[in-house]
Nanobody, 123 residues
């Protein structure tokens, strides 16, 4: 599975962005999809995960109520809608396909990773 993340950019605080993650090669429909982010000098942080059938969607505490994860298995795609962005959301965002259908908040539980897309939020 190869993953390609896109949709990042520069936005003012309070603005919105929608990240997309498209898979190629083998379908990732049977796997959980996760979103993580990493700011300079910081560890990779869990942002959101969505189970294989979208029955379970979970968020990191710092993004709850502002970010929404979704997926379309028919399109081999996952999405992260980010609203009310804050400067502290600035990071490289990664999508990842899990080793299982349910995933977790641990990066080690994800097998395939996209290349990352930069999100910069100005104050």
């Amino acid at each position: 599975v190869q993953l390609q993340a896109s949709g990042g950019g520069l936005v003012q605080a309070g603005g919105s962005l929608r990240l997309s993650c498209v898979g190629s090669g083998r379908p990732f429909g049977g796997r959980a999809m996760g979103w993580f982010r990493q700011a300079p000098g910081q560890e990779r942080e869990f942002v959101a995960r969505i189970t294989w059938n979208s029955d379970g969607i979970y968020y990191g505490d710092s993004v709850k109520g502002r970010f929404t994860a979704s997926r379309d298995n028919a399109l081999n795609s996952a999405y992260l809608q980010m609203n009310d962005l804050k400067p502290e959301d600035t990071a490289v965002y990664y999508c990842a396909a899990g080793r299982t259908a349910w995933g977790s908040s641990w990066a080690t539980d994800y097998e395939y990773w996209g290349q990352g897309t930069q999100v910069t939020v100005s104050s």
